[in-house]
């Protein structure tokens, strides 16, 4: 078996909207129209009332960080890539996504706020990755 080692964009009708908006520099999630929830990853279905009325929406792209870790030892394409850190960032709309820390100079913590930048990959793919919003006491 063969192990992926990086995120493949699905162009589905589900994922390309969120993969088009990261291209444009666009972080959109759903937005169920019958229960007004926000919803990612992208699907076809809101997992709060069933629903299949989902539309997709851009988000602020701020949010806070829940929890992170240092990658110390990558493998395949990510070897070279290290140290790197990846977060769970609960975003302002009420989601949380898995994604990557980048630009935190003197680091990171939990609770810090951060804004997303979007990132081209060699390979032409475009992630959205946070980066911490510098504040006066930092």
Partial sequence: MTMQAKPVPVLDTDSRPFWEGCRQGVLRIQRCKTCAQYVFYPRSICPHCMSDD??????????????????????????????????????????????????????????????VVFSERDDGLVLPYFRPILTATR
Avoid: N, W
């Fill in 54 to 115: 989902l539309v997709f929406v851009e988000a602020k792209g701020l949010g806070t960080v829940y929890t992170y870790t240092v990658v110390h030892r990558g493998f395949g394409p990510f070897q070279d890539e290290v140290p790197f850190t990846i977060a769970l960032v609960d975003l302002d709309e009420g989601v949380r996504m898995m994604t990557r820390i980048v630009d935190a100079g003197e680091g990171i913590g939990i609770g810090d706020r951060v804004e």
